[in-house]
């Protein structure tokens, strides 16, 4: 299935409010969201939904909400689904609740319908309707069925949602996908379902255990062990749980580790917008930011760390010295969740195999254009060809009880990351950096 980017002014922000056979979709890649495109009822009516691994909820809005109708038609971009136009429409409960740190959410109705994605046709998917809410897209969450409102709000036993209703219906074997997002400048990604692209990574997948919280698994992080940026070691012998998130622009990292990787790039942190910028002309460097997983290794190049910035009147803001500024791709946690986002999924090929509890990894191979299908299978092995790390370090630090979504079952959702006052805590610690900072925005 492909997924098509759709550009946001302010990622920063939206990072706040807000992861047998196959089955394949293109991603609409528009630099800092992704979506999907499909249809639900009958006749179909069109959607664009943000894919998001760090949630595990389908919702979508309807045509008749006070944000819908509001000036701007806000969500004309995305679309809407009207219960009431679909002959296939049923009612479900009216116990959709979602909720974020912020305030904002979507609440409504439970319906199921006819959904078509990519190539793919479920009779009937259960899914969220938000007949109130405060987002203008609707969210595709793919994760665990534990952190479904319906379980962690309602109590009420997991529903299906989309890649596990694809193993009931038969479309696949297993509850396993593919995520290949493609480099920054690329228009469309894919997503997979049941199946890895053999053309669309670099050397073998190398698996990795998904960490437990309190015995459970919810979410989708993983153990990282070191950072280093070009020749020089930023971090080594870390522990630390970082969550594998599509529905995060950007990446949030422990405080102290975001202060050694600013030194070292020369961004300069604004604590005003809870931001770092860069020069623009840091993306012509060859250096790479690397990520150390026990053994696998992703590397990040300087021009997939650096977003391109416009302001509200049109033009790229510049620092005092006449230099463009851009966005830096990394912030600090505060007390949140360490999260990779798409500044780190751009350049990994992730398999995320919750029948399995693993993640398997490799290096991206951007803009492949042959490609291979292998289909994923059932059993210890599902995954063709991966190879399953030795002694792999279980994360000690970075494990936050509680998620950024209210009344989810043990853990967040695709509004990432909890934030709070995390930042300001950050300002204070990284004063001296925030204080070289002259950005003016013309």
Not at 114 to 135: E, H
Not at 156 to 183: E, F, T
Not at 198 to 222: H, Y
Request: negative net charge; charged residues 15%.
């Amino acid at each position: 299935m492909d997924i098509r980017r759709s550009p946001s002014t302010d990622p920063v922000t939206r990072d706040r409010i807000r992861r047998r056979g196959t089955a394949q979709a293109v991603l609409d890649n528009e630099e800092t969201l992704y979506f999907v495109n499909a249809t639900l009822g009958t006749p179909p009516q069109s959607l664009r939904l943000h894919l998001d691994t760090g949630s595990s909820d389908l919702w979508v809005n309807t045509p008749r909400s006070e944000l819908c109708q509001s000036r701007g038609s806000p969500c004309r971009f995305a679309g809407t689904y009207d219960a009431n136009a679909s002959s296939t429409y049923e009612y479900i409960g009216s116990y959709f609740n979602i909720s974020y740190v912020d305030g904002s959410g979507a609440s409504g109705d439970y319906v199921s319908d006819t959904i078509t994605i990519g190539q793919a046709q479920l009779d009937r998917l259960q899914f969220g309707v938000g007949y109130s809410s405060s987002s203008a897209q609707g969210i595709l969450g793919v994760g665990y069925a534990v952190n479904e409102v319906q379980v962690g709000r309602a109590g009420k036993s997991a529903y299906r949602n989309l890649p596990a209703q694809m193993v009931a219906d038969g479309l696949i074997r297993s509850n396993a996908y593919s995520l290949w997002l493609n480099d920054l400048d690329s228009n469309t990604g894919s997503i997979l379902f049941g199946g890895v692209d053999t053309e669309r990574f670099e050397g073998s997948l190398q698996t990795l255990p998904i960490q437990a919280q309190a015995g459970v698994f919810s979410e989708f992080l993983i153990t990282l062990t070191g950072i280093q940026l070009g020749n020089q070691s930023v971090a080594d012998d870390l522990a630390l749980a970082v969550l594998l998130d599509s529905g995060s622009s950007l990446s949030y990292l422990p405080d102290d580790l975001v202060q050694q990787i600013y030194a070292a790039v020369g961004a300069r942190y604004d604590a005003d917008s809870g931001s770092a910028y860069v020069p623009c002309s840091l993306a012509d460097q060859d250096a790479s930011l690397t990520f150390t997983f026990t053994s696998p290794t992703i590397a990040v190049a300087m021009n997939e760390l650096v977003l391109e910035l416009v302001t509200t009147s049109g033009r790229r803001p510049s620092f005092q010295d006449g230099q463009p500024a851009c966005l830096f791709g990394i912030g600090p946690a505060g007390g949140g969740t360490n999260v990779l986002g798409d500044t780190f999924l751009r350049s990994a090929y992730v398999v995320y195999d919750l029948d399995n509890n693993q993640i398997s990894l490799a290096q991206t191979r951007f803009n492949a254009t042959a490609t291979h299908v292998l289909e994923i299978g059932t059993g210890d092995d599902a995954v063709p060809g991966a190879k399953v790390v030795a002694n792999a370090v279980r994360a000690t630090q970075g494990i936050v009880g509680g998620g950024s979504a209210v009344g989810l079952g043990v853990s967040g959702n695709g509004a990432r990351p909890e934030t709070g006052g995390g930042r300001s805590v950050f300002a204070a610690a990284a004063v001296g950096v925030a204080a070289g900072m002259l950005l003016f925005f013309v």
